[in-house]
């Protein structure tokens, strides 16, 4: 049977990650999400087990001090972290396991050497960022400038991961993510790092990702 590769999808709050991933599982069965641990209470509609395995701190620590977690990281002064033991049997099950994670979270993933393909999807721009996070209508102001500075510390990660793609809209980006998984079923994973380096990304942003990175 193949093993299962893991797929982490990062990108700034406000980017679309949540929409691109479920959209991601819908239309194509052999992918299965990642359901993350995390401390954070949960929104409007979120049901334990479902989005998240919701925790309180003091079980967030005693996983961590226990050693099951494959990577955990702080994010927005809330814990996450992805079951080690989950991610291997989903992966031991031939299936393509999807983590919805941050960039710290990622590049404990990379190092951990489970074998994952890093994805980062980028915003049209940060002015198009901007406006994503304050139409969601759930952050004042004060958060959402908290956020977009976040968001420029993640994109000086980007170079770091296999693949950019560009959140221009839902319908082409889960296409560009589905052809990627694609290819690395096909064994093409180095084909797609060159196609779809920050490099060969820059030309299809609407402003330069150094000014983003210096604001």
């Known amino acids: 049977m193949r093993r299962g590769v893991p797929l982490v999808i990062s990108a700034p709050s406000g980017t679309g990650k949540t929409t691109v991933c479920r959209e991601l599982v819908r239309r194509d069965p052999r992918i299965v999400f990642s359901i993350s641990h995390t401390t954070r209470p949960p929104r409007a509609g979120e049901v334990d087990g479902r989005d998240y395995h919701f925790l309180s ?71 198009a960022l901007a406006a994503r996070l304050r139409g969601r209508g759930t952050d004042g102001d004060a958060e959402v400038a908290r956020r977009l500075q976040i968001a420029e510390v993640e994109f000086r990660a980007a170079g770091d991961f296999d693949a950019l793609v560009v959140n221009h809209n839902v319908e082409d980006t889960v296409t560009a993510v589905l052809e990627i998984v694609a290819a690395l079923r096909d064994g093409r994973a180095d084909a797609v790092r060159a196609e779809r380096s920050l490099e060969r990304v820059r030309a299809s942003l609407s402003s330069p990702l150094d000014d983003w990175v210096q604001r």
């Open 57 to 127: 701190r003091d079980a967030f620590a005693e996983m961590v001090a226990a050693g099951a977690f494959l990577e955990h990281a702080e994010y927005s002064g809330n814990l996450y972290g992805t079951s080690r033991d989950a991610l291997l049997r989903e992966l031991d099950a031939g299936h393509d396991v999807l983590l919805e994670i941050e960039t710290e979270g990622a590049g404990q993933v990379r190092r951990s050497g489970v074998g994952a393909y890093l994805l980062f999807l980028l915003p049209p721009s940060l002015e």
